[in-house]
C-alpha cells in the first residue's frame, strides 16, 4: 500500500534525494517548501507521486496554515521527515523575533511534529528528524540570550541547533513510548548535497570540507533506513557507519549531552514556553 510521507525543505538536496528515493520504493510525498516556484519545479521533476505544498518554517502563520491543510487533505500520514535547515552567515530575526537559524532549524521541528501528532499517532506513523556531526562540537546547552546579536557566531550557533535537534527528538521519543508512534534521528555525515540541485548551477565553491564530503547516495542512505526501518532504534542516531562519514548506515550514539534526562527536560520546557506549544 502506499505511504504518506512530508519532506520539509524537499526542493533540492538532501530533501529531493529523500523525495527520489521513497518515490522508488512507493511513497506518496509531500514537498513542504518555502518558495512556490522552487516547489513546484521539485513536483514537476519528481513526478505525479509528488505534491508540493506551501510552508515557510520561519512563518507561525505558514506552519498553521499547512497543518490545517494537511489535516483536511491528507488524514493518512505515516512520516513527517524534519529536513529543512540552514546556516545563516548573518544574525537575523523571524517576524516573532526569534534568531531565524533557531526558528528554522529547531523550532520548526518543535511546532510542526506536535501539531500533526495526532495525524500520525492514528496511523501509526513516524517522525524522522535530522541532525548532524556538528552537534558533537556543542560543548553544552545554552538556552541564555539566544535570541541576542551579541550571542550569535554562524557556526556555533548552527552546532547549538542541531544538539538541540537531537536532545528534542529523543526526548520526544521517550515522551511517546506507549503510544503508536515512533520517532528516530538521522544524520548525513557530510555529503555533497549540491548534487542534487537540478534547477540550480552545481558549481561547487572548494572549500576545507569539498575534499572529504561524500557521494550524496551515502548520505541519504541512513536517512532512508530511519524512515523504513521496521525496528526503531531507539536513543541512537542513524549515520553513516565509519566515523559517521563512510559506508553503509549504521546507527550511533548522539553528543552525550543529549543522554542528560535533565539537561533535555529544560529543553523541553523552554521551547514550550517559548512557543505555548506543548504535548
Ligand atoms: N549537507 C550536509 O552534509 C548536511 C550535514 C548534516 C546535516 N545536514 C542537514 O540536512 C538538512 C538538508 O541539508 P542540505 O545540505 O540538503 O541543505 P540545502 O540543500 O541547503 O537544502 C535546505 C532546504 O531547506 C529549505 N529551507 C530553508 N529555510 C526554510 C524555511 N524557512 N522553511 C522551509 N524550508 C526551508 C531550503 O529551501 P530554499 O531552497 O527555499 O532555501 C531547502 O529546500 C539541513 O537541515 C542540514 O542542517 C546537512
Known amino acids: 500500500m502506499t505511504k504518506t510521507a512530508i519532506i520539509t525543505g524537499a526542493n533540492k538536496g538532501i ?50 496554515l499547512f497543518v490545517e491543510k494537511i489535516n483536511a487533505d491528507y488524514s493518512n500520514l505515516d512520516i513527517l521527515y524534519n529536513n529543512a535547515g540552514l546556516i545563516y552567515r548573518n ?86 513510548i506507549n503510544l503508536p508512534v515512533s520517532v528516530s534521528v538521522a544524520h548525513p555525515g557530510i555529503t555533497k548535497s549540491r548534487q542534487s540541485r537540478p534547477h540550480e548551477v552545481k558549481r561547487i565553491k572548494k572549500s576545507f570540507y569539498t575534499y572529504f564530503s561524500t557521494n550524496i547516495a551515502t548520505g541519504v542512505a541512513p536517512i532512508i533506513k530511519a524512515i523504513e526501518d521496521t525496528d526503531v532504534q531507539l536513543n541512537r542516531v542513524y549515520a553513516p557507519k565509519i566515523f559517521g562519514f563512510y559506508g553503509k548506515p549504521a546507527t550511533m550514539k548522539h553528543n552525550k549531552i543529549v543522554y542528560n534526562k535533565e539537561l533535555r527536560e529544560s529543553l523541553w520546557s523552554y521551547t514550550a514556553k517559548e512557543l505555548n506549544l506543548d504535548l
Open 91 to 176: 544574525f537575523e530575526l523571524t517576524t516573532e523575533g526569534y534568531e531565524s537559524m533557531m526558528a528554522v532549524n529547531y523550532f520548526g521541528s518543535y511546532r510542526l511534529s506536535l501539531m500533526l501528532l495526532e495525524n500520525l499517532i492514528r496511523n501509526s506513523g513516524r517522525i524522522v528528524q535530522i541532525s548532524s556531526l556538528s552537534m558533537y562540537l556543542a560543548r553544552k546547552l545554552v538556552l541564555d540570550n539566544i535570541h541576542y546579536e551579541k550571542s550569535f557566531s554562524p557556526s556555533s550557533r548552527y552546532n547549538l541547533t542541531n544538539l538541540y535537534r537531537s536532545m528534542f527528538a529523543v526526548e520526544l521519543e521517550n515522551r511517546l
Open 15 to 64: 530533501g529531493l534525494a529523500v523525495a527520489e528515493k521513497l518515490i522508488q520504493n512507493n511513497y506518496q510525498v509531500l514537498l513542504a517548501c518555502r518558495s512556490t516556484k522552487k516547489g513546484l519545479m521539485a513536483e514537476k521533476y519528481l513526478g505525479p507521486s509528488s505534491k508540493f505544498l506551501e510552508l515557510d518554517l520561519a512563518d507561525p502563520e505558514s506552519i498553521n
